[in-house]
C-alpha cells in the first residue's frame, strides 16, 4: 500500500513539470510588446513616444480591461533613461501585451496624439 502512494507523487509531478514545460513553449512563442515599442513600430518619434507614451499607456490599459473583464495585462520592469539622481535610469513596472492584442489599437484610436498613426489599422464597429 505505501509503494502505490509513492508512485502517485512523482507520476503528478512529471505531469506538471510537462505541462510547465509546455506552457512556458507556448508563452515564449508569443511575442510581448510594451506601449513604447509598439508606439514606434507604428513610426512615432522618440521624443513624441517619451512625451506622450504615458497617456498612450493608460488608454491602452483601459481598452484592455474593458475588454478582459477588468483584468490588468502581464507586467515587465523597464529601466528608464538616466535623470535627475539616476545616472543609470531607474526600474519600474509597465504593462505589456500581446502583439495581437487589439486593445493597443483601440487604445491608440481613442487617444487624440496617437489616432493618427492608427487610422488605417482601426475601424470602429457600426
Not at 500500500?1 to 515564449?28: C, D, F, I
Not at 507586467?75 to 495581437?100: D, H, L, M, N, S
Amino acid at each position: 500500500m505505501p509503494k502505490a502512494r509513492t508512485h502517485r507523487p512523482r507520476r503528478s509531478a512529471a505531469v506538471l513539470r510537462e505541462r510547465r514545460r509546455e506552457n512556458r513553449a507556448m508563452r515564449n512563442m508569443t511575442e510581448r510588446l510594451k506601449v513604447s515599442d509598439f508606439l514606434t513600430v507604428l513610426g512615432m518619434d522618440e521624443s513624441d513616444i517619451d512625451r506622450y507614451g504615458s497617456w498612450a499607456g493608460k488608454h491602452i490599459v483601459n481598452a484592455y480591461r474593458a475588454a478582459h473583464y477588468g483584468y490588468n495585462p502581464r507586467t515587465t520592469r523597464k529601466r528608464t533613461k538616466p535623470c535627475k539622481g539616476y545616472p543609470e535610469g531607474r526600474w519600474i513596472k509597465v504593462f505589456i501585451y500581446r502583439a495581437t492584442d487589439p486593445a493597443l489599437i483601440a487604445g491608440c484610436a481613442s487617444y487624440k496624439r496617437t489616432a493618427p498613426f492608427v487610422q488605417g489599422m482601426y475601424a470602429p464597429a457600426a
